[in-house]
């Protein structure tokens, strides 16, 4: 996981959302508590961890490191959930199996938070497991609500785990001591939820998930192609077999279907009614995922094993019986037991299976290279801020006025400033540090309209639906910048990257070409993130009042 996730790590390119985690990073510590209050509550811990990572150097790479580290991580604790819940050679399986999803591999390489609330919540799932077979219920409350301070919607794993005990047929004590953990990371986790309702505004571009949706992210989770996809299905459906075992055991389908079932399923019911759906907010459930399908293969290995040994039964789940310092039943697997559970005096045969399965995903992770190298492309994601910010330096010269249309357009400058170093922002009244914003503070239609007055031309960088008015913004603001250019400027060249469109507005009446200073502050600057500058599609997000 960690060699895919540095692979082809420096893409040369920033999109939307990792842009607004690298320039809200850069700010003091002060500056980002005040942008809080007003907006992206929900990122607040992992925009202060940002800022400390930042420190040591501000770029891409960096920026992208922890993302890396953690998914390297969370396939680490995949791995040990596999061989808790069943044996050694399930968790080895399960631990590459995630490595190699390319979901996993996407996220390990984004700067934002999620692959961090992956680690977190599958961390929780292992510590769950412990707790219930005699672990620390508090330990576990700790690294979950920790996890859910990271994102708020990782508080669906406590249903996920509600359901594991309730197919393990808990005892009053679980229970407990499950409900003392959830009560704590429920009140930990009241504020972010009182204050992030006041910025829903911010999600308002979702809209509801479908069964497609749903199926979408089954296929997101057992692999893109149809060959992998209905194989891992099938090992999936196999290893639910003993979904519900002894009384008070959990067992590995009653812990992992859940967790890749549950918070998903939660979160598309609940945005029938409003609409909070983005896969990435449950990317932590994919942890379930290869836990079942491993379960499943070593099944069918034990079922080959015994057809090999002439009948022999060789059961695929045996355990031995001991209790832990708080009396609790512990289920203790051996990697290859016999049904007293001692164990196989002949290992080569287990560990040929081993290597066999090791083999087969070598063999998936082949087929399935061409997917993982697209992935590292500027194109996989939304936009492509760099590719805007290069055309911009080739055409934008000292004192030439620009305009970004709608405010979120601005991200590109604040991404990567060095385009953009001696235009000046025609609308921009205030930086986004300085006001407590994302993008800045802008003048009022008015002021607006009156520094347009004094211009000949200006460059507006803006949507390119929103220009051709296949939408109409919702913002007075917007709409006033859009009445300005279509009463007193006519559209001359015009520059086109994905989805923005770089254009340049001259006015009919005065002869264009001169270069006016225009009255107002200059473009936003921070240090540069590095050599290059970032393409940009947009999607729908695009239009919100800031990146989900």
Known sequence: MLALGLWGLDRGAMWRDEA?????????????????????????????????????????????LPSVCAA???????AALGTRLVRPRVGLWAGLLYAITPMAGHYAQEGRSYALVAVGATGATLLFVRAVQGGSWWVYGAVLGLTCWLHEFAVLLLLAHAVSLALARAGVRAWRGWGCAAGAVSLALLPMVLVSREQSAQVAWLREPTVETAQGLLRTFLGPTDGVYWACLGLAVLGLVGVVGRRGEV?????????????????????????????????YALSGAPVLVAAGADRVAGVVGRLSAGGRRVPALPHSRLRSSGGTPIALRNDCPHDDGTPERHPAPQLLVSLTGVLALALVLVQQLPLLRD??????????????????ARELRAGDPVLFVPVQARNVALAYPGAFRGA??????????????????????????????????VWVLADRDLLAGRW???????????????????PGQELVQGDVSIRLYVRPSRVS????????????????????????????????????
Do not use: N
């Not at 390297?72 to 995949?78: C, F, K, S």
């Open 513 to 548: 070409g001169a270069r006016e200073p225009l009255p107002g502050p200059p473009c936003p600057a921070r240090p540069s993130a590095g050599p290059g500058v970032r393409a940009a599609r947009r999607s729908r997000s695009a239009r919100s009042p800031s990146p989900p």
């Open 424 to 457: 000046r922002d025609v609308a921009l009244a205030e930086g986004g540090a300085e006001s407590g914003t994302l993008y800045g503070r802008e003048v009022g239609p008015g002021v607006l309209s009156r520094r347009m007055a004094r211009l000949d031309r």
């Open 20 to 64: 607004v985690t690298f320039q809200v990073a850069g700010r003091t510590a002060p500056q980002i508590w005040r942008l809080l209050h007003g907006v992206d509550a929900v990122h607040g811990l992992y925009y202060l961890l940002m800022h400390a990572v930042l420190a040591v150097h501000p770029g891409e790479v960096v920026l992208r």
């Open 251 to 283: 067992t590995c389908a009653g812990v992992c279907l859940p967790l890749a079932v549950v918070p998903p399923v939660a979160l598309i019911l609940a945005s029938q009614v409003s609409p909070l759906y983005v896969d990435r907010y449950v990317l």
């Open 472 to 490: 109409t913004p919702g913002s007075s603001a917007e709409r006033a910048k859009l009445a300005v250019l279509e009463r007193e400027f006519v």
């Open 375 to 392: 992935d590292r492309s500027p194109a996989r994601r939304p936009d492509d801020l760099a590719a805007v910010s290069r055309v911009a």
């Open 72 to 78: 390297a991580a969370t396939a680490g604790l995949v």
